[in-house]
C-alpha cells in the first residue's frame, strides 16, 4: 500500500436507481481494487479551478478498473446534483481510492452477518451482498433495510430475486405498502430482534445511514446483547453533498 | 449545523499522509481514556478543517486542515494510536 493519488474516471454507464438516487460505473485506469464496504472520494474541478469533493461508498465488488457508485442528491448539495443530474456517458471525474478500512467484510469472513441500511446507507452493505455472491461465499446474511416508503428502495429487482443465504426484511417508516402488516415507523428493538440474529450466534453486525438512525440501531443492538466491538457503523451526514 | 459524521470520513484525508489506512487503527482519548477505532471518531467539518472528537466524552482528539501544499495533523486529544500492519 502505498500514498494514494488522485486518479481520472471516466463514467461508462448510468442507470436512475430511484427519482433522486443514480448509481454510477467509472472506469478508473490502474484501478487497484477494493474491499466490499470500502468508499471513495469524488473529485469535481470547475473551468476556474474551483475544486469540490466528497466520499462515497462503492456499491459493488471490485470488477477490473470499474468502480461503482449509488449517489443520492442532497438538495443545495454542490456535487451530488451535479453527479445526479448533470453527468454524462463519457465525462470524467476525478476518484481517490479505496479509502477506509474499518467498515468492510471480507469474502473469508464465515461469521452471520447482519446489515442495517438506512435510506441511501444500503450502498455498502449491497457492495458487501454482492461480494459475497460473487465470492460465493455461505455466510449467512440478513438485511434489513429502512426506508421512508417504497419509492425510494435502491436495487429494488435485484433485492427481490432468490439469493440463498440472504434474507432481506424492508422496515418502512413513513408509508408501508398494503400487504406489509408491520405498521410505518422508526426502527424498533423488535424489528432487530425478529429480523437480525440472536447476541449468541455472534453475527458481525454493520449498521450505516443517518447518523440518527445509526445511533438509534446501534444502541438497539447493544440492548439485545450484542459485543460493541461487533458492531460496524457508518454515518452519512446530511451536510455536504 | 453540528450535525456530525464519522472516523470513516476521515479515510480519503488521512491517505494523503499515511501509507496505512489509520481509520482501523485503535485510538486512545487523552481526556477519558476511552480507546476505539478512529472510524468511530464524531467528525465536524470539512472546513475549516476536520475535527475529530471522542463519542465518551466530546474532547478533540485530532484535527486536520489540508491547505495549499501542506496538510496540518493535530494529535494533541491522542494518547497513542495502535496500528494493525499485515505482517
Given at each position: 500500500m502505498r500514498r494514494l493519488t488522485w486518479r481520472p474516471a471516466e463514467l461508462v454507464a448510468a442507470a436512475a436507481e430511484t427519482a433522486s438516487a443514480r448509481t454510477l460505473r467509472f472506469r478508473v485506469p490502474g484501478w487497484p481494487g477494493h474491499l466490499a464496504g470500502q468508499h471513495v472520494d469524488v473529485r469535481l474541478t470547475a473551468e476556474d479551478g474551483y475544486t469540490a469533493q466528497r466520499s462515497y461508498s462503492m456499491a459493488a465488488p471490485a470488477d477490473g478498473d470499474l468502480v461503482e457508485l449509488t449517489v443520492e442528491t442532497v438538495t443545495d448539495g454542490e456535487v451530488s446534483p451535479y453527479l445526479v443530474e448533470?453527468?454524462?456517458?463519457g465525462d470524467q471525474v476525478e476518484l481517490r481510492g479505496p479509502v477506509g478500512g474499518w467498515f468492510v467484510w471480507r469474502p473469508e469472513s464465515t461469521a452471520p452477518v447482519l446489515l442495517v441500511g438506512g435510506g441511501s446507507g444500503i450502498v455498502p452493505l449491497m457492495s458487501m451482498i454482492r461480494a459475497r455472491r460473487q465470492a460465493g461465499s455461505r455466510a449467512p446474511f440478513r438485511l434489513l433495510y429502512s426506508l421512508r416508503d417504497p419509492d425510494r428502495r435502491y436495487y429494488a429487482d435485484e433485492l427481490r430475486r432468490p439469493d440463498p443465504g440472504l434474507d432481506v426484511t424492508y422496515l418502512y417508516t413513513r408509508s408501508a405498502p398494503e400487504h406489509v402488516s408491520r405498521p410505518a415507523r422508526r426502527i424498533m428493538l423488535d424489528d432487530l430482534a425478529e429480523g437480525g440474529w440472536p447476541a449468541s450466534f455472534e453475527p458481525d453486525c454493520y449498521v450505516c445511514g443517518p447518523t440518527g438512525f445509526v445511533e438509534a440501531a446501534a444502541d438497539l443492538l447493544l440492548a439485545l446483547g450484542h459485543a460493541p466491538e461487533r458492531i460496524r457503523t457508518e454515518r452519512f451526514g446530511p451536510t455536504g453533498g | 449545523m453540528t450535525e456530525h459524521l464519522d472516523g470513516n470520513a476521515l479515510a480519503g484525508p488521512l491517505s494523503e499522509i499515511f501509507?496505512?489506512?489509520?481509520?482501523s487503527a485503535t485510538g486512545r482519548c487523552v481526556s477519558c481514556g476511552l480507546a476505539g477505532p478512529v472510524a468511530s471518531l464524531r467528525v465536524y467539518g470539512p472546513d475549516p478543517g476536520l475535527v475529530a472528537r471522542c463519542p465518551g466524552c466530546e474532547e478533540v482528539v485530532l484535527r486536520l486542515v489540508r491547505g495549499p501544499g501542506t496538510a496540518w495533523l493535530d494529535l494533541r486529544g491522542t494518547v497513542s494510536l495502535r496500528v494493525n500492519l499485515p505482517e
Open positions: 448533470e453527468l454524462r456517458v | 501509507a496505512v489506512d489509520v481509520t
